[in-house]
């Protein structure tokens, strides 16, 4: 594997996390539990798809072969997606399992992005720049909800419990690395995540104690290779639904 | 005879809640003589002033009315965020339904200064007793719909929001004239969709063809019934809540949209309409008053899913928001 | 909370469109408490608007005078013209020095 394959592969999985956790947030649109969350969701989907953006850019421009960021968003298939599981998971509008979920990735994308900003890449240090301002508001705004809800009423505290329940086994999955990431480490352009793990434990912690919330015991299943294209069934739905117009019209441009 | 008014004070003000005057016929007539002599002036109402009880409600009605609109409106809309075509596209229309959350943010805030809350209002929409704009209760179909919605929806829209910028009631003015400068790019991207596919395939050049059969009409609609039929325009107008004709603004609306479909090659589907080079207008074809008047009762196509999705999303939520003012409730008390 | 009271209590936005400058006021929002009155109001008014810091206010706390106020509250300062500099003219010979 060389460097730029590496690379484009690197930025692959930041936009295809990115591009699918925005498309759990948009469905929310109109279906938010207030104005202001809807809002907000919208907000938080909107940063999400401008990184899925850049960094599906600069995956095109690493190829060299004439395809663009919707190329790669709408023409892939589930095998080749390289996000990671969790993100993908449905949330039934269950608002508290949407905010846990974001509140989990974007501490991860949180510790990530603030590494990736003194990567060499130059790149993909700007674009962590750009990424990290918006992403500390998510863990903030998701943070802040998952402590309403673990210490808001008896119900909030049941369903946000078994939102933790559910989510938990998708959480490891997080930090697994592969021969990406061995190369580009070692390059001084990506982050080794198992540097981030305690920092990740440490703010999710602090927000459960605040939330009244427990981890599951381990030992549980836990889910494992959407980096190497192994998903859950639930990606393929999302992407019937999201690459259908460009699937279906090929030529079209829009 | 006594005449109560519970508008002496600023509804927002609890200090002020459940003060009421009671006024004398004398009182009361010169009060109105001198209210009516300030909106002739071009003087702005504002929510501690004085009005009549009538105004104050039909502002009521047509504040909450709009503001539904705007939030029954992001779910036609909401329906292809997930299907849009490219990543472009669909930040696009993810920001412009979120601007519609927003916009009807602005208004009941507008309608609360009259004395309602935002969740009786929610009430009213939800329990059936409030309307909402008919145009929302048709479906979206294609992805060309987005297109018809943001050029003919939004347009009709402009139209009627750029005259109520200059309303007699201050904070809906306000809301308006925010709401105006955002809305601006909401017509556009429609009006780019439409010439995007008109540009296209055969098959999208149907689809904004079809789109455009659709929602032609219902966007005509939109501006409501003839005056002559309108049964509260001539308050309304005496007051300036409202500014022109039903008829007047939908004629603006159709002499501006016309070109613009001519110019990407869209077919209006009236076989009646044609340029009128003495009244410089254009004539136009019979309105279906008969859907109209079923689909404001009730009975369109899509009332029925549009209610659902609106009490859902307010029932799946009622457990968060309790949540959330519970939370406050105890850090508050904890405080103490 | 009942039934007729679920969107929360209202709360008034002042934004401070850049350093240097006064608050302004922006609009409103609905928020169970300060904390999220100010994340909500960022959601809500921050979606174009640039600024650099933001206050949120419980409405109630908002105390307004009334039209009955305009009168004793702002026509005395009408005869007071001497508070403006405009007032004092210069004698004839003098060089204007600002």
Redesign the interface.
Known sequence: MTLNDALKEYCLRIADNSSILAHRLSEWSGHGPILEEDIAMSNMALDLIGQARGFYSYAATLEGKGRTEDDLAFRRDTREFVSRNLVEQPDNKDFGTAMLRSFLYSCLSYLQFRALMNSKDETISGLSAKAIKEVTYHVRHCGDWVVRLGDGTEESHRRISNSVEDLWMYTSELFEQNEVDALLVKEGVAVDLNTLKQDWLNLVDEIFAQAKLTKPAEGGYQSSGGINGMHTEHLGYILAEMQFLPRAYPDAIW | MHFVNRN?A?P????NIGMETTLSVEELNKREAEFDAKIAGGKTI?P???MPERYRKQLLRMMSQHAHSE?VG??PE?NW???????????VL??K???E??H???I??AA?TLGM????M??QLLSGKAKYSSIFNYPTLS?ADIGAIGWLVDGAAIVNQTVLAKCSYGPYSRAML?ICK?ENFHNKQGYQ?MA??MR??K??RDMAQDAMNRFWWPALMMFGPSDTNSPNSADLMKWKVKLNSNDDLRQRFIDRTVPQAEAIGLRIPDDKLKWNESTRHYEFGEINWAEFNQVISGNGPCNKLRMK?RT??HN?????????????????ASKK | MSDNNHQWPIWEVFIQPKNGSAHEHAGSVHAPDGEMALLNARDVYGRRLEGVNMWVVPATAIVASTPEDVGPFFDPANDKMYRWPNYFKTPEGIKQIS
């Open positions: 002496l600023n927002k003000q609890t200090s504002e501690k002033d004085w939030v992001m779910l909401g965020i997930t299907r849009a075509p490219s990543l472009a596209r669909k930040a993810l920001a339904v979120q601007d959350a927003g009807g943010l602005y009941y805030s609360e809350d935002r969740s009786e929610i009430d992805w925010r955002e969709i995007y596919l296209g395939t098959e999208q999705q859902d999303a799946n939520g009622a457990w968060v928001r309790e949540a959330a003012a519970a939370y406050s409730a105890k850090k508050a």
